[in-house]
Every structure is written in C-alpha cells, then in structure tokens.
C-alpha cells in the first residue's frame, strides 16, 4: 500500500457544548482536548455538565504519521504551541458530529477547512502524544536542500540587449 502510515497515536478526542449568545444558534460545538491512549468509555459519554457548558468523550481515532510529512511535524513541533487539528463532520442528527480526523500536519488540518461544513480546531497537543512525534521526526526528518537556479549570464544578457534593441526601433 503507498500510502501506508509509518506510525499511528491511538487518541481519543473531548468536545465542549456551549449554550451561544447568539440568536442565530442555540449552541456551540468545538474540540477541546484530545488524549493519549484509548480511554475505557463509550463515544459521546458525558464528563461534565453544568448550566450552560457540557463536555463528552468524543470517540476514539489514531493520528497517522508519514515519513514524507515530518517537516511539517517538525515545524509544529518547533512553534510556540505544538497543536494537534480536530475535524468533526456534521451528522445532521442526533448525535451531531462524527469524528472525522486528528492530525499534527498544520497542512492537513488547514486542508480540513476546505469542504466547508466540517468543524476543524486546533487543541493543544499532549505530553506523550508529542514525545512520541519527536521520536518520529528525529527518526525520519531528511533536511532537504534548497537549490537557487542562477541565470547564466550571457544568455540573460543576450536576451535584455534583443529586448531593448526591439524598443528602439
């Protein structure tokens, strides 16, 4: 298989509801967590509620790491707040969104935000979750180097001197 990952971080994921301020919408659904390992509960079991906010264990997935993409794992690694990207689908019924991806590639989770209807955060990332990235990218990052094309002179001259002779006629 191609596209086979290298690596997988068994994760579960916890949203948050919000009672909205807003007259368009009753509530505000986003990701607020996600946790290292598989924790022993059911998807959408509740962990707190109160008046206006309540959290759930989402359901579990795995993060899928390619060799191929641990730049951009490095480079999270290496900003201010290493992130992991949360996509939730709609489901239109009740309950109101499956868990469609977790990803520590700014790049993926940014391409999440391309259909639209899916509900993309980024949370913070976990201890262990990103000891274990480290060890990925330390094992498979390849420093690439940047190659600069230089324009060979005679040619570039030869080339300006044609253009600007055309202007004088």
Avoid: C
Wanted: hydrophobic share 40%; aromatic share 8%.
């Amino acid at each position: 298989m191609l596209n086979a990952a290298h690596a997988t971080i068994p994760v579960g994921v916890v949203v948050e509801r919000r009672r909205a301020t807003s007259p368009w919408a009753e509530t505000l659904w986003r990701p607020v967590a996600v946790l290292n390992g598989l924790p022993d509960a059911l998807p959408w079991t509740p962990i707190a509620t109160g008046a206006d906010i309540a959290t759930f264990y989402l359901g579990a997935t795995q993060i899928r790491l390619y060799r191929t993409e641990a730049n951009h794992y490095r480079a999270n690694l290496k900003s201010r707040m290493p992130s992991l990207w949360v996509a939730l689908r709609p489901t239109g019924e009740d309950p109101p969104f499956t868990l469609f991806a977790v990803t520590a590639d700014p790049t993926e989770g940014e391409s999440f935000t391309q259909v639209g209807v899916d509900l993309v955060e980024a949370v913070p990332m976990p201890p262990a979750v990103r000891r274990t990235i480290e060890a990925f990218v330390a094992e498979h990052y390849v420093e690439h180097p940047i190659y600069r094309r230089s324009r060979d002179e005679t040619v570039a001259g030869t080339a300006r001197q044609s253009v600007n002779s055309e202007r004088k006629r």
